[in-house]
């Protein structure tokens, strides 16, 4: 027996490890990416049903002629932000498509990765979409009800400021909540499915891996 001889069933083993290895990370990230789809489905859900609870409310309030103009501005706002909040989930969600059934392994994590920095993309930006349009709505809201008041300002100011303080105080949470989901769920579902469409690549750039 020669080296060569020594060399193929070291090779063959070590091939045959790496091939194992690769099929136990597929079947982990897949799994993480079908509960990824899930969670994102059930936000959106969500989201979508407290949007169309504070739209029926505000637009019910907005258009009775009680309230200041102002303060029916700040409703209208909040409406608006709301409906901003349903068009930007559901159209982060559709872009791209859902990933198909007869898709390659390979094909299936670049578009996974693709969908995970779409949602990485957004969480990391919800003060621009999420919070402000209906916080800043808050705001107004608030100064409406108050400025047009019999009270003297050095009462209607303060209780303002405190208002508006915490509503600041709230998209500040609700910054902290996504950043933390980031960090905890998207980065490293990210770092699995890049990890795993490298593997697929050098293995076997050029086949179709199912």
Not at 8 to 28: H, K, Q
Not at 90 to 114: I, K, M, N, V, Y
Not at 141 to 147: D, H, K, T, V
Request: proline share 5%; net charge positive.
């Amino acid at each position: 027996m020669n080296l060569d001889d020594l060399k193929e069933p070291w090779r063959r083993r070590n091939r045959d490890l790496a091939e194992t290895s690769l099929d136990e990370l597929a079947a982990g990230v897949v799994t993480r990416a079908a509960t990824f789809e899930r969670n994102i489905w059930r936000r959106d859900r969500i989201e979508t049903a407290a949007a169309a609870f504070v739209v029926g409310v505000f637009a019910f309030f907005a258009l009775r002629s009680v309230y200041p103009p102002m303060a029916r501005v700040g409703m209208v706002m909040i409406i608006l932000g709301a409906l901003e909040v349903v068009l930007v989930l559901h159209w982060t969600r559709r872009h791209g498509g859902q990933p198909s059934a007869d898709l390659s392994l390979t094909e299936f994590c670049r578009q996974q990765l693709a969908r995970v920095e779409r949602q990485i993309r957004l969480l990391r930006c919800v003060n621009w979409w999420y919070t402000s349009p209906p916080l800043v709505g808050a705001c107004v809201f608030f100064a409406g009800l108050l400025l047009v008041e019999p009270l003297p300002w050095q009462i209607s100011l303060p209780i303002l400021a405190v208002l508006c303080g915490l509503v600041l105080l709230i998209g500040w949470w609700v910054y902290r909540i996504n950043q933390r989901a980031v960090v905890r769920e998207l980065l490293p579902l990210h770092k699995e499915l890049s990890a795993l469409y490298a593997s697929l690549a050098d293995s076997n750039p050029e086949a179709d891996i199912q």
